[in-house]
């Protein structure tokens, strides 16, 4: 059963400190999306990758926040320095290609990590 | 205002009543509409989706697209305590670029046995 994992499911830390979530995409999947979820905003595109380059970063707060994809099965999100308006429930998610059209992916979600800096 | 609009709820029914669920959008360049089922806990998962205006069924849930209202629905048929979740519409054009989601904020759906 492949399914896009991801590590810490859960993090609470200080604001300051650096915090790193990682992404396990499906295998074969060449398109790595990462989102933020809060109830007030709802899920925002912070970043996306195809064939792990970085295809569009607009949603990312430049200063703070950083994404990379080591290598085809690792992504990568960081914080630093982490801040309290963080808090939220980040999403990885990893997309095939449909062969529909111009919709070429269906994005399968990770279960997501759980942030809270204090 | 945001680009997809989406009541909260929740939306509370009985079982076996048909759930109708909506979200309206503003940006008229959109033409790929889809509805994502999200547990709680979990990450958001693809139920159907649509392109440009119309009709799509599949079992038990109808997705309806008309562009001309810009406004989109989902609706589920004999709904299942098993639907309680939230229902998230998403949107994509080619101005925003296929792959880039627009989400609403979703709809917390209530399915009493």
């Known amino acids: 059963d492949a399914r896009v994992t991801q590590t810490p499911r859960h993090k609470v830390t200080e604001m300051g400190q650096e915090v790193t979530m990682r992404c396990q995409p499906i295998?074969?999947?060449?398109?790595v999306f990462w989102y933020r979820q809060t109830m007030m905003q709802g899920l925002e595109l912070l970043a996306y990758?195809?064939?792990?380059?970085?295809?569009?970063d607009s949603g990312m707060p430049k200063d703070r926040f950083s994404a990379e994809m080591p290598d085809a099965t690792l992504a990568t999100l960081k914080i630093q320095p982490s801040e309290p308006r963080d808090s939220a429930v980040y999403f990885c998610?990893?997309?095939?290609?449909?062969?529909?059209?111009?919709?070429?992916?269906?994005?399968?979600f990770g279960p997501g990590t759980r942030l809270t800096v204090l | 205002q945001k680009e997809v609009e989406q009541d909260p709820g929740p939306l509370s029914v009985p079982e076996g009543a048909i759930v109708s669920l909506n979200c309206t959008y503003s940006?008229?360049?959109?033409?790929?509409f889809m509805w994502y089922r999200q547990y709680s806990r979990k990450g958001p998962e693809l139920l159907m989706y649509?392109?440009?205006?119309g009709n799509k069924e599949d079992g038990r849930f109808t997705a309806q697209v008309d562009k001309s209202s810009k406004y989109i629905s989902l609706f589920i048929r004999d709904s299942q305590p098993s639907d309680s979740a939230t229902y998230l519409c998403?949107?994509?054009?080619?101005?925003?670029?296929?792959?880039?989601?627009?989400f609403g904020t979703g709809t917390r759906l209530l399915v009493s046995p």
């Open positions: 998610a990893s997309g095939s290609p449909s062969g529909q059209g111009p919709l070429r992916d269906t994005q399968y």
């Open positions: 295998l074969g999947h060449n398109t």
């Open positions: 990758f195809r064939n792990r380059a970085p295809l569009d």
């Open positions: 940006n008229s360049a959109f033409q790929y």
């Open positions: 649509t392109y440009s205006s």
């Open positions: 998403a949107m994509s054009g080619p101005n925003t670029g296929f792959q880039k989601l627009v």
